[in-house]
């Protein structure tokens, strides 16, 4: 006994002409059915090439999700070119704030009768950057500090951070960029402190895990030295200083209320020689 | 008593194999003749030959059920590379307990059951 079935993908009738008594193949590859509709599979997938969940897709006028499996069906379509995309930033929070598009986002895919488009998508995972600040001699005290981070390709929210604990966390950074991290001692710190480096350049971030960087703060020992005369506070002059063996001389060329002397050692400073004014030496003399 | 060598047991298994291929390539020809003809008789023998050997890792022994994966690798690719849910097609084959004809009739029916006998197409910029 016959049997007239309608296809349910291009509505013809067939004659099923095989067993009745169980169920049977009627896929088969062979099959003679006209295929006229086709198909666009859209597959959004990350660095590793896993599909990416609940990312919006936009074809055809319909704009649903991908699956579990990273996949989005658009099915029944007629024969022609179809504009194909996804929309990581319009989809939901946990995608949007994890992944970012770093290559197409639209495509032009054609479909034709009885075929099915694969359309694949590449998405990247943010990174993360943790700055930091370190003391050179390991003491945990740290002086007040801002980072800023840069891209020339990524404009990031927020760039400079105050060091909160001595530390900002940077999210939502691009791996495939390249940052530059400054950090900035807060004025009145700057006497006291002095970072190893200004500037890092050419840091990455890795999707896997935060990626630190370090600024190294050393503290600085330093002395301020007065010419005191009572006619005039003012007095140029040099100082010869020893320490730890070591000699130099400070000279004060314009007369400041107190010449700083940074960058010393630890401990004691002595004041060797102490050169006056020559104005002083001839009042002195006479 | 009887008693079967390592060696009468290699060459029974030799003589199964061949005999299997023999029959996966006759029906890849009958079945797909465009597939068959586009890839000649070597690249089929190929396929044919990675069909088995991916079967016999996935602990697939029935003849039927490695035509199937047969097939799977005809439309989609020896790796499902353009399969829907490839990766859970792969972990579905790639499963250690579960008896082989269930795993490929389950991957099999649920793509099937997607490309409604379809081809898939990979999309490629400058098409």
């Not at chain 1, 509709?37 to 991908?66: A, Q, Y």
């Not at chain 1, 190893?196 to 370090?214: C, N, R």
């Not at chain 2, 029935?62 to 439309?75: C, G, H, M, W």
């Amino acid at each position: 006994m016959s049997t007239h079935l309608v296809c349910p993908i291009c509505g013809q009738e067939f004659e099923c002409k095989g067993p009745h008594d169980g169920p049977h193949d009627v896929l088969s590859p062979m099959g003679k059915c006209p295929l006229e509709k086709g198909g666009i599979h859209v597959f959004v997938k990350d660095n590793f090439h896993n599909g990416v969940p609940k990312v919006k897709t936009v074809c055809n006028k319909t704009e649903p999700v991908t699956d579990r499996q990273g996949f989005a069906i658009f099915d029944q379509l007629p024969e022609a070119t179809y504009t194909t995309a996804i929309d990581v930033e319009g989809s939901e929070d946990d995608v949007s704030s994890k992944y970012y598009a770093s290559t197409r986002i639209s495509v032009q895919a054609a479909v034709k009768p009885g075929k099915i488009t694969i359309v694949e998508f590449a998405l990247n995972e943010y990174g993360a950057m943790l700055v930091k600040l370190e003391r050179t001699d390991g003491e945990s005290e740290l002086p007040p500090a801002k980072f800023t981070v840069s891209s020339l390709n990524h404009a990031i929210m927020d760039p400079t951070r105050p060091a909160a604990k001595g530390q900002a966390e940077y999210k939502q950074l691009k791996p495939t960029e390249l940052y530059t991290v400054a950090c900035e001692l807060h004025e009145d710190s700057r006497k006291n402190f002095k970072l190893e480096e200004l500037e890092k350049a050419g840091q990455t971030v890795t999707a896997a895990k935060v990626t630190p960087v370090v600024f190294r703060v050393t503290p600085r020992y330093w002395i301020e030295l007065a010419l005191i005369y009572p006619k005039n506070d003012k007095l140029t002059g040099s100082f010869q200083l020893g320490q730890q063996g070591q000699e130099a001389r400070e000279t004060d060329p314009v007369g400041r209320e107190f010449l700083h002397v940074p960058d010393l050692q630890p401990g004691t400073v002595d004041v060797l020689d102490v050169v006056l004014p020559k104005s002083l030496e001839f009042e002195s003399l006479a | 008593m009887l008693v079967i060598r390592n060696d009468q047991l290699r060459a029974f298994q030799s003589e199964r194999q061949h005999m299997l291929e023999s029959g996966l390539l006759e029906r890849f020809a009958h079945d797909y003749p465009d597939d068959f003809a586009s890839l000649g008789k070597e690249g089929a023998q190929a396929l044919a030959v990675e069909t088995l050997r991916s079967a016999t890792s996935r602990h697939i022994q029935t003849e039927a059920a490695i035509y199937n994966l047969l097939r799977l690798f005809i439309e989609f690719g020896p790796g499902l590379e353009l399969a829907p849910y490839r990766r859970w097609a792969n972990d579905m084959l790639d499963h250690p307990t579960l008896p082989g004809p269930v795993k490929v009739n389950l991957v099999t029916k649920r793509i099937f059951e997607l490309t409604q006998g379809r081809r898939m197409i990979l999309h490629r910029e400058e098409d």
